[in-house]
Nanobody, 119 residues
Framework: QVQLVESGGGLVQAGDSLRLSCAAS????????MAWFRQATGKEREFVAR????????DYADFVKGRFTISRDNGKNTVYPQMNSLKPEDTAVYYC????????????WGQGTQVTVSS
């Protein structure tokens, strides 16, 4: 079955950097657009960044533009967000998601990894 496994979360200080990873299995990785979402305590899940199957196009939420960079390694079936200049408001559970390029809905999700940014 399809599995998306996130890793790399943790506790950092404001201004620090962190790189998460999402390793995918059970799907043809190169057919899937990948994305990251996050959910802070008491808030709804929100979009963070996405990357097309061939890394030809990226999109970012306004609140991470200029600070986060999403990339993928199709040889390792892995997608990464490099998160720089972290802020306390970036504290959330970060989720990796996948959708086949033919579809509009992300139908595969990871279990999430906690990122906590202290001030």
């Amino acid at each position: 079955q399809v599995q998306l496994v996130e890793s790399g979360g943790g506790l950092v200080q404001a201004g620090d950097s962190l790189r998460l990873s999402c390793a995918a299995s059970g799907l043809t990785f190169t057919n899937n657009n990948m994305a990251w979402f996050r959910q802070a305590t008491g808030k709804e899940r929100e979009f963070v960044a996405r990357l097309t199957w061939n890394a030809g196009s990226t999109d970012y939420a306004d609140f991470v533009k200029g600070r986060f960079t999403i990339s993928r390694d199709n040889g390792k079936n892995t997608v990464y967000p490099q998160m720089n200049s972290l802020k306390p408001e970036d504290t959330a559970v970060y989720y990796c998601a996948a959708r086949h390029w033919k579809y509009t809905t992300y139908n595969y999700w990871g279990q999430g990894t906690q990122v906590t940014v202290s001030s």
